[in-house]
């Protein structure tokens, strides 16, 4: 079972801290308003964005730490095997007979480090797209001329 790219904690941290800064903002311009509109408000000024801030201090250097801990995949020789999930333990494996055709992609932040995704396209409805973020984007082209050597073999 292989592990993903280091880099990738901090692209999830960076993710989580945008959003979680916005939420932040959000409530503490909530309460700046609640406070001069002389408004009636449960909570004394202050409690919401602290508690904001605190909550999302712990999950934005938290839950990237842990999702990477417990990110794994393997391609065996049949079938491509996924692990993940913080609380939640999800094993995925995609047979290669099964892929339809598949994607390297980079946003901007994983460019900046290198890193790419795999995207899986199966056949099917339901869930039939999978994704395989943090690799090398060498990696990630290598897998994927792996699984398509494998799928243009199989074919014939």
């Known amino acids: 079972m292989r592990s993903l790219e280091?880099?990738?904690?901090?692209?999830?941290?960076?993710?989580?801290?945008?959003?979680?800064?916005?939420?932040?903002?959000?409530?503490?311009?909530?309460?700046?308003?609640?406070?001069?509109?002389?408004?009636?408000?449960?909570?004394?000024?202050?409690v919401l964005t602290g508690a904001f801030l605190i909550v999302g201090v712990a999950i934005t250097f938290s839950v990237p730490r842990l999702s990477y801990k417990y990110w794994r995949f393997d391609l065996r020789q049949e079938e491509l095997y996924l692990e993940r999930g913080i609380l939640n333990r999800v094993r995925t494996i995609v047979p290669l007979r099964r892929i339809q055709h598949l994607d390297v992609s980079q946003n901007i932040l994983e460019r900046e480090f290198n890193l790419s995704k795999l995207?899986?396209?199966?056949?099917?409805?339901?869930?039939?797209?999978?994704?395989?973020?943090?690799?090398?984007?060498?990696?990630?082209?290598?897998?994927?001329?792996?699984?398509?050597?494998?799928i243009l073999e199989d074919a014939v």
């Open 6 to 46: 280091p880099a990738i904690k901090t692209i999830w941290t960076i993710k989580f801290a945008s959003l979680l800064g916005s939420m932040f903002l959000a409530a503490l311009l909530y309460e700046v308003y609640v406070y001069f509109s002389r408004a009636s408000f449960a909570l004394p000024p202050g």
């Open 119 to 150: 995207i899986v396209h199966t056949a099917g409805s339901r869930s039939s797209d999978v994704v395989l973020p943090g690799l090398r984007f060498e990696e990630a082209e290598q897998l994927r001329d792996d699984v398509k050597r494998y």
